[in-house]
T-cell receptor, first 111, second 118 residues
Framework: DAKTTQPPSMDCAEGRAANLPCNHS???????VYWYRQIHSQGPQYIIH???NNETNEMASLIITEDRKSSTLILPHATLRDTAVYYC????????????FGTGTRLTIIP | DTGVSQDPRHKITKRGQNVTFRCDPI?????LYWYRQTLGQGPEFLTY????????KSRLLSDRFSAERPKGSFSTLEIQRTEQGDSAMYLC????????????????FGEGSRLTVL
């Protein structure tokens, strides 16, 4: 799996869009970008994933640069419940067995 | 089915004792994973099963650790002769096979079993 780099922490005002960056400059052509988050004292929760195209679901949007070396997770209207550690993972496997989580970005939503 | 279930949620033990954790995956999932998470770190892969077969083990899984999934449903993770360095959250996850129609291949995690070794 390609190494990913994320800022250790970020703050965002409640109701604003939270934009979480991830660098994966060594990503290979068959590696997907997955995002998970972990709310305090809970297990990680899948958010979204993508390969080349931008993706959107009910939780978030994922913007992947054309060269695929970086991506941004967007939470369009952040709420206090979005306070969590967000992990960006690059992996070849679909339904894979060995995710490499790293230390993620601790996002704090401020009232 | 309400998701992946883990038991116990918390376990405090003395060094040298054995402990066992149980994981009940989402019923239709044939893949089951164990991860370990220490304070301030992301989860680290330990091992995974497809049905009852244990297909991969991390180097983190020393010979004091053993995982089983005897009937391809629930799984147990046993730690023998616990050490203080084993203190961590042990996370279980399950998933459907890759390429399953309509699914993203994501892992569904339980809430974890927190182990404290005194």
């Amino acid at each position: 799996d390609a190494k990913t780099t994320q800022p250790p922490s970020m703050d965002c005002a409640e109701g604003r869009a939270a934009n979480l960056p991830c660098n994966h400059s060594t990503i290979s052509g068959n590696e997907y970008v997955y995002w998970y988050r972990q709310i305090h004292s809970q297990g990680p929760q899948y958010i979204i994933h993508g390969l080349k195209n931008n993706e959107t679901n009910e939780m978030a949007s994922l913007i992947i640069t054309e060269d695929r070396k970086s991506s941004t997770l967007i939470l369009p209207h952040a709420t206090l419940r979005d306070t969590a550690v967000y992990y960006c993972i690059a992996t070849t496997n679909f339904g894979n067995e060995k995710l490499t989580f790293g230390t993620g970005t601790r996002l704090t939503i401020i009232p | 089915d309400t998701g992946v279930s883990q038991d116990p949620r918390h376990k405090i033990t003395k060094r040298g004792q054995n402990v066992t954790f149980r994981c009940d995956p989402i019923s239709e999932h044939n893949r089951l994973y164990w991860y370990r998470q220490t304070l301030g770190q992301g989860p680290e892969f330990l091992t995974y099963f497809q049905n009852e077969a244990q297909l991969e083990k991390s180097r983190l899984l020393s010979d004091r650790f053993s995982a089983e999934r005897p009937k391809g449903s629930f799984s147990t993770l046993e730690i023998q002769r616990t050490e203080q360095g084993d203190s961590a959250m042990y996370l279980c996850a399950s998933s459907s096979p890759p390429g399953s129609v309509g699914l993203a291949g994501e892992l569904f995690f339980g809430e974890g079993s927190r182990l404290t070794v005194l």
